[in-house]
């Protein structure tokens, strides 16, 4: 059974930091891309950050490109998004996302992606 499970989302003040986690079990987890995902309330699912199988490719959203760092580390089934300078903008639930299928690119739409965490809550007071 695919498991992705986020965490260390929470309330923080604009300008702040957060690093979220999402942990993998029940796949061959550095065989697949991940990415991270946001969706803030009535707002459709937006692309926030993918990774390649080696961590040597990342892609960024506009949006947060130079405030966020994508990472994994293949020995812990662990894929993390660092976040800087947090604005009240960045609000919303942040899921994890796995691609099994294989692929030379990153993909940034939610539908090219299998798996999917239960989410994570960011909240970014003014």
């Known amino acids: 059974q695919v498991q992705l499970t986020e965490s260390g989302g929470g309330p923080v003040q604009a300008g702040g930091s957060l690093r979220l986690s999402c942990v993998v079990s029940g796949l061959t987890f550095s065989s697949y891309a991940m990415a991270w995902f946001r969706q803030a309330p009535g707002k459709e699912r937006e692309f926030v950050a993918a990774i390649n199988w080696n961590g040597g490719t990342t892609f960024y959203a506009d949006s947060v490109k130079g405030r966020c760092t994508i990472s994994r580390d293949n020995t812990k089934n662990t894929v993390w998004l660092q976040m800087h300078s947090l604005k009240p903008e960045d609000t919303a639930v942040y899921y994890c996302?796995?691609?099994?299928?294989?692929?030379?690119?990153?993909?940034?739409?939610?539908?090219?992606?299998?798996?999917w965490g239960q989410g994570t809550q960011v909240t970014v007071s003014s």
């Open positions: 996302a796995a691609d099994l299928r294989p692929r030379v690119f990153l993909v940034v739409t939610a539908g090219g992606y299998d798996y």
